[in-house]
């Protein structure tokens, strides 16, 4: 069954049953400000952090799910029903969601009463707006009711959960006219408060929960609700919600806009009151004066509408296959963005609330939406940078309202500083600017270590040879990119985190292959940056470290027809044909090939080989093969889970581009394009059902061959998965890699492809990119033409800004 479909000229995906496999959502809001939205109008809204600024209830893995959102009741006679079916679930007549870019329509009709709620954050502002117009398309009058609903939390998500004790009495609220505002704490430690605001008048509210639901009703069926009448009560401790009541009549075919601000305030702290107790409204007003007309709403809604075309027009692409085209040009770029804001902090998956933005993550994304804002992803990159330690290593996570680093999660993972040089470089080629190396960063969020950002970079590349084991090989430390290998960590204890526990590193042999990959690969790119750079010694010292390791991974790390994953603490291999489970694994398999290591001897091939035979499914590659079945203490957590899913033989995602690329690099374009489409989002319409999670962005991982349902995915959205399948199909498949000086041509294609043509706004000019394929060739550039001169090299030169120039490769 399918429940939607792609609009690609308005660039939304419409919803046309309510009851998706999994509530289906969007992502509101572009800086400070953000919300989820689900498809029946679901989730929750926070300012920068989810865990410490949210604004109001979700309820995560409930019954029913979903659970929590912008509601409206409309109460119409006898019938009581929500324009997004959801909490009442009473049938409707007409039912569509519309998730656009950073905005969200939803339409219901019932019995001739038609409401449309379009939700979004405009840019710039702390609130999200939600515009409903009411129409009656009957031949009748309608006299209704309409009921607003919005719970409050008290903004700190996890407190909000669990200190019920205190929290069931700190509620406060004020009610001015339209204006419902929640001020809990205000008055003690914090300078901020929200507010939803209706701009028109009410005939009534309610502020406190229980008065409005009723003690044991659920809220399907509120008891305001189901008397048609509000309680006007106003909430002391228990549970405040804001609530906003109006009694309306349209006339045959008469239409009613309504529009409501949900917002959030800061006031500076000698500024926090207008009289005794109460709250100075000053910047809430001026909020809301900004969106109280639908011209203003309207008006924010075509500057967001271009602030997406400006994202989106950076790299276009121009092939006869639709489903590419759509993932290229909207979603997979689109996801990326959120991805960058987001990280792995806030979704229907993650609660946001015990972690914040990853080192090792906001690298990893930065490549997808670099070419998007080069500006904001510099910050990042400071921000990254600053929660590194002086020997390299760095905290796991950072916390994005504070910007410092914590260790909730645990620390020590080797691989996480290599990923800083990643995202440096990644910058760099895009925009040109090599003074981001000279901004003095600090050590650990202190000033007083601060160094040039170039020399965190160094530190970074020195964490992993000041890590060797036994084979000349990276230790591990707590994990690599896995989190679930923790071949350290022993533990017995179900009451604590494999992440948190102890990290037994001392006199282990645990070394990693991954991070030997990954070395080789970024180590490459830190070399190249030093020779650009003219640090000529450098480069040559970083160059016999490379080439140390390739040797060590040739040596120590090939188990005859594919690599080793690692060695685990007492030095036995891991992902071996010697091992009983677990014999062969995706992440060594795909850094050492992206790296070329062993290439001219056959090594890359055979690998890429084994991968085809033993992990590759219709629905994705898997991580590992055979499957774990018993608990393996040396190996931690991955042998916990089911066979074939998350990292115990589950198709994660996130490592298919690293295979992808692999493939690119023996010229292998057929394997590299049908692994892309395995897991590509538009590419999975037909299975939406087995597939359950929203078939427009990447999840993190499916279920694999072992599983109770191959193909089920899970975790969607917030994955490297979106930045790695966006940087391997643009950069490793349709071959248009920035570079220092230009824009570089490599392509590795199916050979059945004719053509195609990428518009690529690079530092200020355009260049129109036509890729022709005369010869049915998988790789090979013959020849390159820009403006009608044939180049010499397939490495465009940086034009001069506002220039439009058009490039012409031949491959063959």
Not at 136 to 147: A, W
Not at 548 to 572: I, Q, S, T
Not at 678 to 706: F, N, R, T, W
Request: glycine share 8%; charged share 25%; net charge negative.
């Amino acid at each position: 069954m399918k429940y939607g479909f792609f609009d690609d000229e308005r660039r939304e995906y419409v919803i046309t049953q309510p009851n998706t496999p999994f509530p289906w959502i969007n992502y509101l809001g572009n800086e400070d400000f953000f919300s989820l939205v689900s498809n029946t109008a679901g989730g929750y809204s926070f300012y920068k952090d989810a865990k410490f600024r949210r604004l109001n209830r979700y309820r995560y893995n409930n019954v029913p799910m979903d659970n929590g959102g912008r509601y409206f009741y409309i109460k119409d006679n006898d019938t009581i029903w929500s324009p997004g079916w959801k909490p009442v679930k009473t049938e409707l007549d007409k039912y569509e969601c519309r998730h656009g870019l950073s905005y969200t329509k939803i339409t219901g009709e019932k019995n001739g009463l038609e409401s449309e709620v379009t939700l979004f954050i405009p840019l710039g502002n702390w609130c999200e707006i939600q515009k409903m117009k009411l129409t009656n398309k009957s031949e009748e009058v309608k006299k209704f009711k309409l009921f607003s609903y919005n719970e409050w939390c008290l903004w700190n998500a996890e407190d909000d959960q669990n200190n019920l004790q205190r929290n069931l009495s700190t509620g406060e609220v004020e009610i001015d006219g339209s204006t419902l505002y929640h001020k809990t704490e205000y008055k003690e430690r914090r300078n901020h408060f929200a507010f939803y605001h209706v701009n028109a008048d009410i005939d009534g509210y309610d502020t406190d929960r229980e008065s409005f639901m009723g003690l044991y009703n659920e809220a399907s069926g509120p008891q305001a609700v189901l008397d048609g009448a509000p309680r006007n009560s106003e909430a002391h401790g228990w549970s405040p919600i804001a609530s906003h009541y109006f009694e309306i009549e349209l006339q045959p075919g008469e239409s009613k806009d309504l529009i409501f601000v949900l917002g959030y305030v800061e006031n500076a702290e000698d500024d926090k009151w207008e009289s005794k107790g109460v709250i100075n409204k000053t910047k809430a007003k001026a909020q809301i004066a900004k969106f109280d007309t639908v011209e203003k709403v309207d008006a924010a809604l075509a500057e967001l509408a271009a602030y997406w075309e400006n994202l989106l027009s950076i790299i276009t692409l121009d092939h006869e296959d639709d489903k590419l085209n759509r993932m290229v040009n909207i979603w997979n770029q689109y996801q990326c963005m959120v991805t960058f804001n987001m990280s792995r902090s806030a979704s229907f998956f993650e609660v946001g609330i015990g972690r914040g933005m990853g080192f090792r993550d906001s690298n990893q994304d930065l490549i997808g939406f670099v070419h998007q804002v080069p500006e904001r992803a510099r910050e990042r990159i400071i921000d990254i940078a600053s929660t590194q330690f002086p020997d390299g290593g760095c905290y796991h996570q950072y916390q994005p309202l504070t910007k410092r680093g914590n260790d909730a999660i645990g620390g020590g993972f080797n691989d996480d500083p290599m990923w800083l040089i990643l995202g440096t470089v990644s910058y760099i080629k895009e925009s040109g600017d090599f003074s981001i190396l000279d901004e003095m960063v600090p050590f650990d969020n202190d000033e007083s270590l601060a160094q040039p950002l170039f020399n965190h970079l160094t530190v970074s590349f020195d964490h992993v040879i000041n890590n060797l084991g036994p084979n000349g090989l990276p230790l591990i430390g707590r994990a690599d990119w896995n989190d679930c290998l923790n071949l350290n960590c022993f533990s017995t204890n179900p009451n604590e985190s494999f992440q948190t526990t102890e990290n037994n590193t001392e006199g282990s042999k645990a070394e990693s292959l991954m991070i030997a990959g990954l070395f080789v690969v970024y180590g490459n790119d830190y070399i190249d940056l030093c020779k650009q750079l003219g640090k000529t010694e450098e480069a040559e010292r970083a160059q016999k470290a490379v080439d140390a390791m390739k040797e060590a991974v040739k040596a120590k790390g090939w188990d005859g027809e594919w690599f080793l994953r690692a060695y685990d603490f007492h030095g036995n291999k891991v992902g071996s044909d010697e091992n009983e489970e677990g014999k062969i694994f995706i992440e060594s398999q795909g850094w050492c090939s992206m790296a070329e290591i062993g290439i001219e001897e056959g090594m890359v091939e055979k690998s890429l080989n084994s991968v085809k035979e033993r992990l590759n499914t219709p629905y994705g590659i898997v991580l590992n093969n055979p499957a774990f079945t018993k608990y393996m203490i040396e190996y931690g957590e991955i042998s916990t889970y089911p066979a074939g899913y998350k990292e115990n033989a589950g198709i994660f995602c996130h490592n298919n581009p690293w295979i992808i690329i692999g493939e690119t690099k023996i010229g292998r374009g057929k394997e590299a394009w049908n692994y892309f489409k395995q897991i590509c989002p538009s590419y999975l319409e037909e299975v939406q059902e087995l597939h359950k999670v929203e078939p427009y962005v990447y999840c993190q991982m499916i279920a694999g061959k072992d599983a109770y349902k191959p193909g089920e995915g899970k975790n969607s959205w917030l994955s490297g998965t979106a930045a790695w399948n966006f940087y391997a199909v643009v950069q490793y498949i349709l071959g248009i890699q920035p570079d220092y000086n230009g824009i570089k041509i490599d392509p590795c294609i199916p050979e059945e492809w004719k053509s195609y043509t990428v518009n690529r706004k690079f530092r200020g000019a355009n260049y129109q990119i036509e890729v022709v394929n005369p010869e049915g060739v998988s790789k090979g550039v013959k020849e390159v033409w820009l403006n009608d001169q044939k180049l010499d090299t397939n490495i465009i030169p940086v034009m001069d800004k506002g220039t439009c120039n058009k490039v012409k490769v031949v491959m063959g």
